[in-house]
């Protein structure tokens, strides 16, 4: 059964880089046609799509975090990874990595399966 | 990017049915999914395409879409679903975006 786990530092100071690993067990990356995406959900907020990273390498992240997010893919560990650079206090989250799955012929895109989540506090 | 609205609460007495809206632009080309998020824990997908449950959710739930709307209803509610729902999509830019949540609350 697929199983995800994020890791990461829980405190991050303003400025640096937020990074994260998402640990992916029972199914290889590398021999899947799945794409892993990344959302996020301040304290006591709704949640906030990321970054998707397409099993043929592609990325797409959302406007307002484009010019900040960096997502890959590492199948010698069999995980994804997400750096969030120059982060601010906005940045603090719970950060979740989830199995994108896009049905492009269906026109259904959805999030089948979610990691537990990481909480990440930005503060100096 | 396209915004998806939901209603920000609603309240339903147990074991009657309850419908929970998104509405959007995007919603006219493209399926919603729907997600269900207990206090403390990660979001579970409910609803995905054109009404179709992952193993495991109940058949209480159930999906329909109409134009720019789209709507989650949960036929004779248990306390178990008392929780935060989202909707989410993608638009034509290619940004999947999440509703603003919708807080059910079983009396």
């Known amino acids: 059964q697929l199983q995800l786990q994020e890791s990461g530092p829980g405190l991050v100071k303003p400025s640096e880089t937020l990074s994260l690993t998402c640990a992916v067990s029972?199914?290889?990356?590398?021999?899947?046609?799945?794409?892993w995406g990344w959302i996020r959900q301040p304290p006591g907020k709704g949640l906030e799509w990321i970054g998707t990273?397409?099993?043929?390498?592609?990325?797409y992240y959302t406007p307002s975090l484009k010019s900040r997010v960096t997502t890959s893919v590492d199948t010698s560990k069999n995980q994804v990874s997400l750096k969030v650079r120059s982060v601010t206090a906005a940045d603090t989250a719970v950060y979740y990595c989830?199995?994108?799955?896009?049905?492009?012929?269906?026109?259904?895109?959805?999030?089948?399966?979610w990691g537990q989540g990481t909480l990440v506090t930005v503060s100096s | 990017s396209s915004e998806l609205t939901q209603d920000p609460a609603v309240s339903v007495a147990l074991g009657q049915t309850v419908r929970i809206t998104c509405q959007g632009d995007?919603?006219?080309?493209?399926?919603a999914s729907w997600y269900q998020q207990k206090p403390g824990q990660a979001p579970i997908l409910v609803i995905y395409?054109?009404?179709n449950r992952p193993s495991g959710i109940p058949d209480r739930f159930s999906g329909s879409n109409s134009g720019n709307t789209t709507s989650l209803t949960i036929a004779g509610t248990q306390a178990e679903d008392e929780a935060d729902y989202y909707c989410?999509?993608?638009?034509?830019?290619?940004?999947?975006?999440f509703g603003s949540g919708t807080k059910v609350t079983v009396l």
């Open positions: 395409g054109k009404n």
């Open positions: 029972g199914d290889s990356i590398s021999s899947s046609t799945s794409s």
């Open positions: 990273i397409y099993y043929s390498g592609g990325t």
């Open positions: 995007s919603l006219r080309v493209y399926y």
């Open positions: 989410n999509s993608r638009d034509s830019s290619g940004n999947h975006v």
């Open positions: 989830a199995r994108h799955v896009w049905d492009v012929l269906g026109f259904s895109y959805y999030f089948d399966l």
